[in-house]
């Protein structure tokens, strides 16, 4: 049981980049997925996740309007579209997920670096 973080890479302010998240091994159709990034000297924080009981979905203030969550059962792989990409935003980016009934299932993936500079 694994989770695969991939689609990082260097871009531009203004450019964008679509992360994947996937569950190699195993379904995330009943995980609540999430995406979390660290920049260099910053505790890591949350920044969108999307739940498979109800479809619903919540992204920080930071970042609301540019990225978006989604997902793909088929493929059990979870995305972050990030357009309008920022310095800030620079990070290692993770993803996270969580069984919905068993809290005890968590899994975190390795880690993808974003890195925002002209």
């Known amino acids: 049981v694994q989770l695969q973080a991939s689609g990082g890479g260097l871009v531009q302010p203004g450019g964008s980049l679509k992360l994947s998240c996937d569950g190699a091994?195993?379904?995330?159709?009943?995980?609540?997925v999430a995406w979390f990034r660290q920049a260099p000297g910053k505790a890591r924080e949350g920044v969108s996740c999307?739940?498979?009981?109800?479809?619903?979905?919540y992204v920080s203030d930071s970042v609301k309007g540019r990225f978006t969550i989604s997902r793909d059962n088929v493929k059990s792989t979870v995305y972050l579209q990030m357009n309008s990409l920022k310095p800030e935003d620079t990070a290692v980016y993770y993803c996270?997920?969580?069984?919905?009934?068993?809290?005890?299932?968590?899994?975190w993936g390795q880690g993808t670096l974003v890195t925002v500079s002209s």
């Open positions: 996270n997920a969580v069984h919905t009934f068993y809290g005890d299932l968590n899994y």
């Open positions: 999307h739940s498979s009981s109800d479809g619903s979905t």
């Open positions: 091994g195993f379904s995330l159709d009943r995980y609540v």
